[in-house]
């Protein structure tokens, strides 16, 4: 996957149909938070992304949306009192896109 | 061949083309033309998303029944802080609420087998205030839950396995070893895990055959089985973890998903066959402290720690044999057409008609495209349905002037005769059964779309109930039979499938693409569907095709050339053959280029 190139979109995780089995067998395709994905440039993944009214993002753009993201995420768990601290499984790390 | 014949009871199959269906899966056949020993094996899993849950939250309690049966109860939310009591049913598409636990809580263990929606249970997990360690346990019947006895330890994710009658319930936080049996009255404390662990492990299997893996202190890679009254090491995870999932109603198909790494969540799938573990596909959102349950053919894995919670649903199948499809590009056809009509299979079809007005007829062995006698009624718009030999246009339009025609004419291999008209003339119809048994609907017998719907005898034709929605340019390309067929899309740009019962239309599943001039082929169980127009402006046509299986449409592989207006041919959804049509611009950017679907079984050869 190193050497893959991505393609960026945000979408709506709509359910059933969302990602079928035969999306997930033509191409890699990774949930972020902020409702970003990632998935390998192919047809099949653009068509991908206009079926499921995707906005597309460049790279830069959704490593943006997802440090937001994850900022309030982590915000969010700082503002928690420590016993509640202590029952989630740890303040939200960062997060590199591929 | 004497030691198979001993072990399996028969002999080697030997033929001279390859088993194309799924029931050649495991079986062994010689094949006479390559010279080659094949089976049909299972193509690598997958997850696709399923349907969302109502209330997103996390450390839902462990998932418990099957795919399209299945259960989620408790689980948290913060902020604020809350426990939930909720519970929701899972039926292969949707969740819906059902009666709330008696205890609201999270981090639970649960099982149900196969009927969970009817015989549950629920027991330990967490829930504040200190210490917050909760030994209660729960069954279900179906409409409320009752507890019953206690666990003998209080324990925050214990796994659990089996049935309402006969469970087991293994490890746990505080790290534990304890392992008890249910017996349907009580809880019985049995041998000690080899390996004491917490906070989540993967687990799969029965209250007589169990395995657990991954989990705390640390993270885990270690994993052990159960046979019903001992416990024994195994081969480790490849990805040591702990806040793991695991599906699966016996050892050997046990699966272990997502989870916590020292290096973060991931969504690594590991999939055991009875000796040790491999890594298979991941989900699409890695996570971790999720629900799971299933086979390990069909599970489901949801909800999941990020806070405060998803709502996600991802659907595990490991049961395909088909191999992923693809559309290639076929010899053209000679006549350069669009709107034509069409019959047959892939191997054997037959095309007619089309604009520009010609009743220029072409037969096509799966190879090559062979002019035979023309249509006695030159037309565009024409509907087809039939066999390559008992072939049937009807109706459609002729210009100059622009001129709706009834006629309806035969096909038998060779020459086409006049039959008796349909009683509205009309284009852009869709079409379904044979020669003495056909159906057909919708279309435009002027400047309005409706939704006519006829049937044929043999003889003549009749008025029979109209379809909901009516429309025209629906899809091209047989649908089915007179008592079974389908009418796909249409114009505008619609979504609406309807299905002819040889009564009456029902509406079912839309097709996710609105198009109009669309192409598709099949049955009203297993229907190739796709191109089309769009709208818009500029006017767009599509590449996008569908697979319907009777319930839903899957989105699949795209063909090489966006057109509209072509026609369809074909058996099955194995096999399918979209044949010419328009690009997008004006009405003369016809084409004559052909591609073919094909889709077949994941044949392999077996090596020495």
């Known amino acids: ?98 | 061949m004497t030691d198979y014949k001993e072990i399996k009871g028969k002999t080697v199959l030997s033929i001279a083309s390859d088993l194309d269906n799924a029931e050649g899966q495991g079986e062994i056949w010689f094949n006479t033309t390559s010279g080659d020993f094949k089976t049909i094996v299972k193509v690598a899993g997958s997850w696709s998303t399923g349907g969302n849950l109502n209330t997103a939250r996390q450390y839902v309690n462990q998932g418990a029944g099957l795919q399209t049966a299945a259960l989620c109860t408790g689980g948290y939310t913060n902020p604020p802080q809350t426990f939930k009591d909720l519970v929701e049913s899972y039926d292969g598409s949707s969740w819906t609420e059902v009666a709330d636990i008696n205890t609201a809580r999270s981090n639970g263990g649960a099982t149900g087998g196969n009927s969970p929606n009817t015989a549950c249970l629920m027991f330990g997990g967490y829930v504040t205030p200190a210490p917050g360690v909760r030994d209660e346990v729960e069954s279900y019947d179906g409409s409320s839950w009752t507890e019953i006895a206690d666990i003998n330890t209080g324990r925050i994710s214990p796994s659990g396995g089996g049935t309402q009658t006969a469970a087991i319930c293994a490890a746990g936080d505080p790290t534990t070893s304890q392992t008890e049996i249910w017996d349907g009255s009580s809880w019985t404390e049995v041998a000690n895990q080899n390996d004491a662990r917490a906070t989540g492990q993967g687990e799969a299997g029965t209250s007589t055959a169990f395995i657990l893996a991954g989990g705390a202190p640390g993270h885990k890679d270690v994993s052990e089985t159960w046979d019903g009254t001992s416990w024994t090491e195994g081969n480790n995870l490849n990805t040591a973890r702990l806040s793991a999932n695991g599906m699966g109603q016996s050892v050997p198909t046990a699966h272990v998903t997502c989870g916590q790494t020292s290096g973060g969540v991931v969504g690594i799938t590991e999939a055991y066959d009875g000796t040790s573990w491999a890594e298979v596909a991941d989900v699409s959102t890695a996570r971790s402290f999720g629900g799971s349950t299933g086979t390990g053919n069909a599970g489901i894995y949801f909800s999941g720690s990020s806070n405060p919670g998803v709502a996600t649903t991802e659907e595990w199948d490991y049961s395909s044999t088909l191999a992923p499809g693809a559309w290639a590009t076929g010899n053209d056809i000679n006549q350069v057409r669009s709107a034509p009509g069409g019959a047959g299979i892939q191997t054997a079809a037959l095309v007619f008609g089309g604009y520009v007005y010609t009743g220029k007829t072409e037969k096509y062995d799966g190879t090559s495209w062979t002019e035979v006698n023309d249509m006695n009624s030159s037309r565009a718009y024409v509907t087809g349905y039939g066999t390559q030999t008992t072939g049937v246009a009807a109706s459609g339009l002729y210009s100059p002037p622009p001129t709706n025609m009834p006629n309806v004419e035969h096909f038998d291999g060779t020459s086409w005769t006049e039959v008796n008209d349909v009683n509205t003339g009309r284009k852009f119809m869709t079409g379904a059964g044979t020669q003495t048994s056909g159906v057909v609907s919708g279309g435009s017998p002027g400047p309005v779309s409706g939704g006519k719907t006829e049937e044929f005898n043999g003889t003549s034709w009749t008025e029979v109930n109209d379809m909901n929605t009516g429309r025209g340019n629906v899809k091209s390309g047989s649908s089915g039979t007179q008592t079974a067929a389908l009418a796909v899309a249409g114009y505008p740009v619609r979504t609406h499938v309807e299905s002819y019962d040889g009564s009456s239309w029902t509406e079912i599943t839309d097709v996710p693409t609105g198009v109009n001039d669309s192409i598709g082929a099949g049955t009203t169980t297993a229907m190739l569907f796709g191109f089309g127009r769009a709208g818009g402006s500029p006017v767009s046509v599509n590449s996008e095709s569908y697979i319907f299986d009777g319930s839903a449409w899957t989105a699949t592989a795209d063909a090489n050339t966006g057109k509209d207006q072509g026609t369809g041919c074909s058996g099955t959804t194995s096999l399918g053959l979209a044949v010419a049509g328009r690009g997008p611009g004006t009405s003369t950017n016809n084409f004559n280029d052909v591609e073919e679907w094909t889709q077949l079984q994941n044949i392999k050869t077996i090596a020495d």
């Open chain 1, 1 to 98: 996957m190193a050497n893959d190139i991505f393609n960026y979109c945000v979408a709506t995780n709509t359910g059933k149909g969302f990602i079928t089995h035969d999306d997930s067998r033509r191409f890699w395709i990774s949930g972020q938070p902020a409702n970003v994905w990632v998935c390998t440039d192919c047809v099949e993944s653009r068509h991908w992304v206009a079926r499921n009214n995707g906005v597309s993002k460049t790279k830069a753009e959704a490593q943006a949306l997802v440090n937001t993201e994850v900022t309030n995420s982590q915000n969010a768990w700082d503002a928690l009192s420590d016993e509640a601290k202590a029952l989630t499984s740890g303040r939200p790390g960062n997060v590199t896109l591929p």
